[in-house]
């Protein structure tokens, strides 16, 4: 089992920035691989980063360059650091950790808007 709990979402102006973090109750390094995902009303969820448990990162094309993910093993916590936020951004915003099965957060709500 894998509980995940998020902070960070909120409302900010397009080219702003937000911190996401995901803290996990076990050791993260147990864990095969964790990211985050976004979702918008009607669509299914998204991948936006992964890491996985020797470090690799992937980003989805969309937050390439803007986006970036990282983790603190000592804090069981991995985080994604968004900046020049834009519109299509807004999203909820879930983090995933697999360790046999796929476990999700509770999700936080990410608004870009002027």
């Known amino acids: 089992q894998v509980q995940l709990v998020e902070s960070g979402g909120g409302l900010v102006q397009p080219g702003g920035s937000l911190n996401l973090s995901c803290t996990a109750s076990?050791?993260?390094?147990?864990?095969?691989?964790m990211g985050w995902y976004s979702q918008t009303p009607g669509k299914a969820r998204e991948m936006v980063a992964t890491?996985?448990?020797?470090?690799?990162?992937y980003y989805s094309d969309s937050v390439k360059g803007r986006f970036a993910i990282s983790r603190d093993v000592r804090k069981n916590t991995v985080y994604l650091q968004m900046k020049n936020l834009r519109v299509e951004d807004t999203a909820v915003y879930f983090c995933?950790?697999?360790?046999?099965?796929?476990?999700w957060g509770q999700g936080t709500q990410v608004t870009v808007s002027s």
């Open positions: 995933r950790a697999v360790r046999g099965r796929p476990y």
């Open positions: 076990r050791n993260i390094l147990e864990i095969y691989d």
């Open positions: 890491i996985a448990s020797g470090g690799d990162t």
